[in-house]
């Protein structure tokens, strides 16, 4: 399909510059009802997007197109001209592609060692290993093998591959007793298994999903301290880190800029986050993204600073940076100094179910909604569900405190916990 695609691109009139994404899929995937097995699946695929670019009357017109293998060399040459068509339309400031260059590289993984039905086999074991026989179950399962190959070819030079394996699992612990049904959904992705680890995880959540069926609302709202997991901080460090993208800061989008302060004034522990292209672990690690970009890493934020920023190519050479680091997929942030032995001697709300983290940097704002939650005073944890949380971010960013243990969810490396304080639970 590609060396079809680079003969008639290389051929192409009246194009200045063109890329060519392809991408191609193997993968294996078993789907289960409670413990029984209901179908297996393989599938292979491949696509490929195609973006050309126009020069005409002082500016860059760009225009993509997405092809499918059947398509006949007479389709994609319709597709193209009329992509070029189109490109005349769009007045962007001029600029060049990345320079050229060839790089071609595997991912590691810790699941090249396992045929993909064992491996299947193995991860089932692992997920329905965590049901303990106390009303709890793993009502569905779907494990996704993927085998990805990615390569980038553009008309001034760039020529890069990359192939990487993972898995992708969804599941849906329930518990189910006299008074009904209460389900959780669970999804990871990782490219190293540990069947225990696995196990474990999995445990937690079984032991989330019983303790929801018994929560209750509390009696009245309260302000204190709530500690957040690995998930909610994935996503309020990437929030973070969003604003601080080439492209938001060239529309003048940003609310950050580099010399900025997170944390002025605070007392918390001190914020510090790269973004690397690869994390050991991770599925989410690449060797360069879609514009050819080789990707290292960016300290993006130390000492609660912001120190640099990062994105696609184009904008980072609009803003004036010789060598923009690209659109970086893997975040790393430093631990803090909370230990779980500081933890127990106030009281907190520890959230371990939220249907998603709410961040708005321009309304200095943190908050969610909370399926479920312990509140920890002393020994006693009491189980709470339907509540929220709220507060103030930039309060948060200056008191917040970091766990000591650290761990890898999905694109994130760091503290596994995360105490906010002065927060309003009703």
């Known amino acids: 399909m590609m060396e079809n695609l680079l003969k008639i691109m290389k051929a192409a009139p009246g194009i200045d510059d063109w890329r060519v994404n392809l991408t191609e899929?193997?993968?294996?995937?078993?789907?289960?009802?409670?413990?029984?097995?209901?179908?297996?699946?393989?599938?292979?695929?491949?696509?490929?997007?195609?973006?050309?670019?126009?020069?005409?009357?002082?500016?860059?017109?760009?225009?993509s197109f997405s092809l499918t293998p059947a398509m006949t060399e007479e389709e994609i040459g319709e597709k193209l001209e009329k992509a070029r068509a189109r490109a005349l339309l769009v007045k962007n400031q001029p600029y060049t592609l990345p320079e050229a260059g060839s790089l071609e590289g595997v991912l590691p993984d810790?699941?090249?060692?396992?045929e993909p039905g064992e491996l299947l086999s193995e991860i089932a074991d692992a997920v329905f290993a965590a049901e303990d026989g106390e009303g709890a179950t793993v009502n569905a399962l779907e494990i996704f093998?993927?085998?990805?190959?990615?390569?980038?070819?553009?008309?001034?030079?760039?020529?890069?591959r990359e192939s990487k394996k993972s898995v992708m699992i969804e599941a849906i612990p329930?518990?189910?007793d006299e008074k009904g049904s209460v389900e959780l959904y669970h999804s990871e992705r990782f490219s190293s298994f540990d069947p225990a680890d696995l196990t474990k995880r999995i445990g937690s959540r079984m032991r989330e999903v019983r303790d929801r069926?018994?929560?209750?609302?509390?009696?009245?709202?309260?302000?204190?301290?709530?500690?957040?997991?690995a998930e909610e901080i994935r996503e309020l460090f990437w929030t973070l880190a969003d604003d601080?993208?080439?492209?938001?800061?060239?529309q003048h989008a940003n609310l950050h800029k580099a010399g900025d302060d997170l944390q002025k004034d605070g007392d918390g522990d001190r914020l510090s986050i790269t973004l690397r292209g690869r994390l050991e672990g991770s599925a989410s690690s690449a060797l360069f993204d879609n514009d050819g970009v080789t990707l290292s890493e960016v300290a993006l934020i130390e000492d609660g600073a912001v120190r640099a920023l990062y994105g696609p190519d184009r904008f980072g050479k609009y803003l004036g940076i010789a060598r923009p680091a690209g659109d970086l997929p893997c975040l790393a942030a430093k631990p803090g100094s909370?230990?779980?032995?500081?933890?127990?001697?106030?009281?907190?709300?520890?959230?371990?179910?939220?249907?998603?983290?709410?961040?708005?940097?321009?309304?200095?704002?943190?908050?969610?909604?909370?399926?479920?939650?312990?509140?920890h005073e002393g020994e006693k944890a009491t189980p709470l569900t339907g509540i929220s949380m709220s507060g103030k971010l930039s309060d948060a960013l200056r008191g917040m405190r970091l766990s000591e243990k650290t761990c890898l969810r999905g694109s994130y490396q760091g503290p596994d916990g995360l105490l906010l304080p002065g927060m309003t639970v009703i």
């Open 25 to 63: 899929t193997r993968s294996h995937e078993a789907f289960f009802v409670k413990r029984r097995l209901e179908t297996l699946r393989a599938t292979d695929t491949a696509s490929a997007s195609v973006t050309v670019f126009v020069d005409h009357g002082g500016y860059r017109g760009d225009s």
């Open 110 to 114: 810790g699941l090249s060692d396992r």
């Open 145 to 160: 093998l993927y085998d990805v190959s990615r390569r980038v070819v553009t008309g001034s030079g760039v020529d890069k």
């Open 174 to 176: 329930t518990f189910t």
């Open 213 to 229: 069926a018994r929560a209750e609302k509390p009696a009245s709202s309260f302000t204190g301290k709530v500690l957040l997991g």
């Open 244 to 250: 601080l993208r080439y492209d938001v800061a060239y």
């Open 338 to 375: 909370l230990t779980r032995e500081e933890l127990g001697k106030e009281p907190y709300l520890e959230c371990v179910s939220l249907s998603g983290l709410q961040v708005d940097l321009y309304n200095d704002y943190i908050g969610g909604e909370i399926r479920l939650a312990y509140l």
